[in-house]
T-cell receptor
Framework: DVKVTQSSRYLVKRTGEKVFLECVQD?????MFWYRQDPGLGLRLIYF???????EKGDIPEGYSVSREKKERFSLILESASTNQTSMYLC???????????????FGPGTRLTVL | GQSLEQPSEVTAVEGAIVQINCTYQ??????LSWYQQHDGGAPTFLSY????GLEETGRFSSFLSRSDSYGYLLLQELQMKDSASYFC???????????????FGAGTRLAVHP
């Protein structure tokens, strides 16, 4: 079974703090993704990475950065946390993006971040 | 822009059949996926349609009409454990580097009652 783990289930930070969210997958997947999930808005893509040290902006990258130094690990960084970044953050991985198949994404359990 | 619409809530009784619709407006469309998420859990993949028609997987089926930009998830013989949120997601071309991404709908919360 694919396993995607995230460093914390719950996190409380103060405005202006630098926040690191980490994600690890154990299936040698090429692609990794960071989403945030908010009620009524579904999942929105923040960044994704298709290879080590490579990244692409998603739909809402502002206020975030990412790092992928190893294939299995993808980190989301909030340089200066703000209250509007309070949300559930979900990491996902997928095998590859070739062809028109489903590119099934496997999700971690999520980190609920509260910024005070 | 790109958008998906699905109902916010659906209620049904055990043993019944329920259909969750999804309409989309996108460019660079590859296919339509469905994901299930129980409260407090991670989204999990259910099905994918790249071509028009019905795909069946056990009690769940998914349908796509590319010409109508429309799809649905059909759940049969509903069980209490099917109570969850269901997200449709379109796989679209990012028009950058040959990569593609999923765009998720807001989700439909399904409540199954005895």
């Amino acid at each position: 079974d694919v396993k995607v783990t995230q460093s914390s289930r719950y996190l409380v930070k103060r405005t202006g703090e630098k926040v690191f969210l980490e994600c690890v997958q154990d299936m040698d997947h090429e692609n990794m993704f960071w989403y945030r999930q908010d009620p009524g808005l579904g999942l929105r893509l923040i960044y994704f990475s298709y290879d080590v040290k490579m990244k692409e902006k998603g739909d809402i990258p502002e206020g975030y950065s990412v790092s992928r130094e190893k294939k299995e690990r993808f980190s989301l960084i909030l340089e200066s946390a703000s209250t509007n970044q309070t949300s559930m953050y979900l990491c996902a991985s997928s095998l590859e993006q070739l062809g028109t198949g489903p590119d099934t994404q496997y999700f971690g359990p999520g980190t609920r971040l509260t910024v005070l | 822009g790109q958008s998906l619409e699905q109902p916010s809530e659906v209620t049904a009784v055990e043993g019944a059949i329920v259909q969750i619709n999804c309409t989309y407006q996108t460019s660079g469309f590859y296919g339509l996926s469905w994901y299930q998420q129980h409260d407090g859990g991670a989204p999990t993949f259910l099905s994918y349609n790249a071509l028009d028609g019905l795909e069946e997987t056990g009690r769940f089926s998914s349908f796509l009409s590319r010409s109508d930009s429309y799809g649905y998830l059909l759940l049969q013989e509903l069980q209490m454990k099917d109570s969850a949120s269901y997200f449709c997601a379109v796989r679209v071309d990012m028009f950058s580097g040959g990569y593609n991404k999923l765009i998720f709908g807001a989700g439909t919360r399904l409540a199954v009652h005895p």
